[in-house]
């Protein structure tokens, strides 16, 4: 089960899914859904506090940076 967050305003457009397991094994056994584009656990710009704080540029630079990461895939 996956929690979703829609962002509004300055975040327009962000959508963060969130999920909890058991532990390490269940967690890695879960399926993502295709509009996932990047897993942001680990990253600190997505904590709400650090989130709450940043503007719409720090989000599209954030998002670019993941964005062409993900394309040499």
């Known amino acids: 089960m996956f929690s979703i967050d829609v962002f ?7 959508i963060l899914c969130e999920t909890e397991a058991e532990g390490l094994e269940e967690l890695m ?3 993502f859904p295709e509009y996932a584009t990047a897993e942001v656990t680990e990253d600190h710009f997505f904590i709400g506090g650090s989130l709450c704080r940043a503007g719409s540029t720090d989000l599209k630079e954030k998002l670019s940076s993941f964005l062409s ?3 040499k895939r």
């Open 69 to 71: 990461k993900r394309s």
């Open 8 to 14: 509004e305003g300055e975040m327009n457009g962000l």
């Open 29 to 31: 056994s879960i399926t």
